[in-house]
């Protein structure tokens, strides 16, 4: 009697494990040219970043409304590693027929090139961009400890500053290292593995400032725990209203990621419509909206095509800035 | 502390609604700790719409807390049976668990671990009540120079743990500390050892190599062992520890509770930290040092206790500061994002009810795992008669679908088997895998904190001195170094004024 239950409890385990494994493999027959009954079966979300960061949340988000929408399923798969490039790279050679979407960031394409070689660099032209989604600002905090209350104080300052960013190549790295370069302040990058070991040495004093997402931060800053000295979008942002961009402090700083579906390059007009048309009612969804909300992001709900220039401008922009003021973004240590 | 809110919380958590979340999550928690692989951050994440449907956020969250340190009873079962140890922090509890559960004494080991889970949770709970946001700060002071210098400490002790030569020990060490430095660096994005592949850019998973090197390995040398042989099923002496057994393992477990609690709030490694220092203790105390890795109680003891006490401890910087300390409480901050709640400083004054209702209803769960786990105990000893011929394959698969779980890549699995011929190697000729493993954990932990530190002092490495904690981490490490040497002096000097015996006791303390 013991040792059935024992053999029961060992298959049910295999089973567990074999279902949860399933998760990852149903890529038969998704999508299919015909568009009218998009998708034929389940469609693969990867999605290159870890289950709970912004991405994999908005990944699941937008998952759950085409499933509302077009019926179907959408599994997110969780594909961590080489900062969105490996989930990048699956898409990139998935059959263009709609069973294979993904929700990308901007900096893998825009700041990421930046960073590493030529060869390791995404392309955006290895894909389609369907729909714009939101976007998500950075913001430059500073500890307590420092004293600094606006970029002014920077001046004031003795000998380098400190400033924690979430890694090499995003875009809080970027707008961190530009904002002190055109200040002409001397400063020392310390990357962080990711927005919460920032924050945390931030808060323990460990360094003067850093570069974080908003929603990462928000909380400290209404808390009064650290202070916020500037933004980096076009305009302020709205869940920080009292906080200057970096444009308004006369620095020539525009940094802002933002995330977008795309496609296999190649896939069907139709089923890209489809899939164009389903996000956009999700967008006006109640539960859609308040998941911004609560996210602390910027619906940038725009045409895949607007996406793909603001893409490719951002790209020269951050190029040419990191020219002129000569940084490495490679080589922050 | 406000104690009308505390009470309250015990008003939340005694909701028939929420006791039976409560208890879904902590038994969900248990199964999956029980298969390595699946690990409690993939279980929350699936389980994660639950926390969009339910009628009571508090609830969600109360259920999802219980996967999480459920899930940390479970992972010493396998440690304990099967020399597998699912997550970082249950490595050292293979060395001496499963020595005892060769000797019959599985019962006994997996016993004394789920009381001292018990005991170390709760004890982290009650500081976690009273002194939560005290600690919180605390975990604040630790900057990049004292992970650096705590991770060089944590290398030290890696050499102490097994059984005996450590010779061997600091060479497996060394070779897991080369691992660590596979993958894109992430100072200069530079790729190292990564053979022009993607896959390897991210560096290699902890669990693909432990599972390789532990279990694989295990696998294929009891594969060579009993080939021909008679299989004779385990002896099972008793299921329960006796009183001689709690009374020789409780210091430890008092130890490793209060060890657990202060290492488990310092975010990232604090869990393996606080495992390998309750380990590594519990050698210095004993009067016997030689029973370590044979099977001493107080080596699964200690560091059972510690591990369970640092998870619970982990939910402080969560809910107090608002930073998830693991993948795990990462996941918890989503989920309190998707209720609606932020994490951050004021957590507990615009939500006590939820606060105070998740932190008890700890105490609750964790009784709970502690009644479901004597039963428990029983029936997966008996996994130890199954005979190697069926055992055998269905580890294989478990390890294989386990491996594949963790970012659905089958390349790992092929990374997985390679470190299990590595594994199987290493035990033919006479290598631990421990060292190497805990080296690979502790290994990106130092050389990232290490470099970040000198960022932060400018190049001038005197400031790992100047700075009051990791100067006296330092000063520790030092003496623990010289402490030996010293000693061997010492006794040079003295054969003319001691007598014999004398020392023949130095010499048993300096083992």
């Known amino acids: 009697m013991r040792k059935s239950t024992t053999c029961l409890a060992a298959v049910a385990g295999v089973a567990t494990l074999a279902l949860a494994a399933c998760g990852g493999v149903q890529n038969t027959a998704g999508g299919g040219s015909d568009s009218g009954d998009y998708p034929s079966g389940a469609v693969d979300m990867p999605v290159g970043a870890s289950a709970g960061g912004s991405s994999d949340l908005i990944s699941r988000q937008i998952s759950r409304g085409l499933t509302d929408e077009l019926g179907g399923t959408f599994p997110v798969i969780n594909r961590e590693g080489a900062n969105g490039a490996l989930a990048a790279a699956e898409v990139a050679k998935a059959k263009a027929d709609g069973s294979t979407i993904s929700v990308q960031n901007a900096s893998l394409f825009t700041i990421t090139p930046l960073a590493v070689s030529e060869d390791e660099a995404t392309s955006i032209d290895d894909f389609d961009v369907v729909q714009g989604v939101s976007r998500d600002d950075y913001v430059l905090v500073a500890s307590k400890g420092s004293g600094f209350t606006s970029i002014d104080d920077f001046a004031k300052a003795d000998g380098k500053i400190t400033y924690g960013t979430t890694g090499v190549g995003t875009g809080a790295q970027l707008a961190c290292a530009l904002t002190y370069n055109v200040n002409e302040t001397p400063a020392e990058a310390i990357p962080f593995d990711g927005g919460a070991p920032a924050l945390t040495a931030l808060l323990g004093d460990q360094v003067d400032t850093a570069c974080l997402q908003v929603g990462e931060a928000i909380e400290n800053i209404k808390a009064g725990k650290i202070v916020p000295l500037s933004v980096f979008g076009p305009e302020r942002v709205g869940f920080l209203p009292d906080v200057p961009t970096a444009k308004e402090q006369g620095l020539d700083v525009e940094v802002t990621q933002y995330r977008f579906m795309t496609v296999p390059k190649g896939t069907p007009q139709d089923v890209q419509d489809a899939i164009a048309e389903a996000m956009q009612a999700t967008f006006e969804t109640s539960t859609y909206q308040d998941f911004n909300e609560t996210n602390n992001l910027t619906p940038l709900e725009i045409p895949g095509d607007e996406v793909k220039a603001m893409l490719e401008e951002d790209k020269q922009r951050y190029a040419d800035l990191v020219e002129e003021y000569g940084i490495d973004l490679g080589n922050a240590g | 502390m406000d104690w009308n809110a505390f009470l309250d919380g015990f008003g939340v958590v005694t909701e028939p609604n929420n006791l039976l979340y409560c208890l879904i999550g902590v038994l969900i928690g248990m199964l999956i700790g029980v298969l390595p692989g699946l690990g409690p951050t993939a279980t929350m994440a699936i389980l994660l719409p639950i926390a969009y449907n339910a009628s009571d956020p508090v609830s969600a969250i109360i259920m999802l807390a219980g996967i999480y340190y459920g899930a940390q009873y479970g992972g010493t079962i396998t440690s304990v049976l099967l020399r597998i140890p699912g997550e970082a922090s249950s490595v050292v509890t293979v060395f001496d668990g499963f020595a005892l559960a060769k000797q019959g004494k599985a019962g006994t080991a997996l016993g004394i671990a789920a009381i001292g889970s018990f005991v170390g949770a709760t004890v982290s709970i009650i500081g976690l009540t009273f002194l939560g946001p005290i600690v919180a700060g605390y975990a604040l002071d630790f900057g990049p120079p004292e992970y650096a210098t705590l991770a060089l400490l944590g290398v030290f002790m890696v050499a102490s743990i097994g059984n005996g030569n450590t010779v061997k020990a600091l060479i497996a060490a060394a070779v897991g500390l080369l691992l660590a430095t596979v993958g894109s660096d992430s100072f200069t994005s530079a790729n190292r050892y990564t053979f022009d592949t993607l896959q390897l850019q991210g560096g290699i998973d902890f669990v693909v190599v432990a599972m390789g090197l532990f279990g694989v390995g295990e696998i294929l040398y009891n594969l060579e062992e009993r080939h021909g042989k008679v299989h004779v099923p385990a002896a099972i002496a008793n299921i329960w520890p006796s009183r001689k057994d709690l009374k020789e393992a409780s210091p430890a477990i008092g130890r490793g509770s209060v060890i657990g609690f202060f290492l488990g709030v310092l975010p990232g490694g604090g869990a393996v930290m606080a495992s390998l220092a309750a380990y590594a203790t519990e050698k210095r105390v004993a009067k016997d040092k030689s029973r370590f890795g044979r099977g001493a109680i107080e080596g699964v003891a200690g560091p059972e206790s510690a591990n369970n006490a640092a998870a619970t401890s982990s939910f402080i910087p969560l809910l107090t500061i608002g930073i998830p300390a693991n993948a795990s409480m990462a996941m918890l901050f989503t989920a309190l994002l998707v209720v609606g709640v932020t994490p951050g400083p004021s957590l507990i004054d615009d939500n006590p009810e939820l606060f105070w209702g998740v932190i008890n209803s700890m105490y609750i769960g964790n009784l709970i795992l502690l009644i479901l786990s004597i039963p428990l105990v029983g029936v997966f000893v008996k996994i130890l008669r199954v005979r190697p011929a069926i055992l055998a394959p269905i580890t294989a698969?478990?390890?294989?679908?386990?491996?594949?779980?963790?970012?659905?890549?089958?390349?790992?699995?092929?990374?997985?088997?390679?470190?299990?011929?590595?594994?199987?190697?290493?035990?033919?000729?006479?290598?631990?895998?421990?060292?190497?493993?805990?080296?690979?954990?502790?290994?990106?932990?130092?050389?990232?904190?290490?470099?970040?530190?000198?960022?932060?002092?400018?190049?001038?490495?005197?400031?790992?001195?100047?700075?009051?904690?990791?100067?006296?981490?330092?000063?520790?490490?030092?003496?623990?170094?010289?402490?030996?040497?010293?000693?061997?002096?010492?006794?040079?000097?003295?054969?003319?004024?001691?007598p014999d015996t004398e020392n023949h006791d130095q010499e048993a303390g300096l083992r």
Do not use: C, H, Q, W
Request: hydrophobic share 50%; net charge positive.
């Open chain 2, 397 to 498: 698969l478990i390890t294989i679908l386990g491996v594949y779980t963790i970012n659905n890549s089958v390349f790992d699995i092929f990374v997985m088997i390679t470190f299990g011929i590595i594994g199987y190697l290493m035990k033919k000729t006479g290598f631990e895998p421990g060292p190497l493993v805990l080296a690979f954990v502790l290994g990106s932990l130092m050389e990232s904190n290490f470099r970040r530190s000198m960022l932060i002092f400018d190049g001038d490495p005197t400031g790992f001195l100047t700075r009051p904690i990791s100067g006296t981490i330092l000063a520790f490490l030092l003496m623990v170094l010289l402490y030996p040497l010293v000693k061997l002096l010492f006794r040079r000097r003295t054969p003319a004024t001691t």
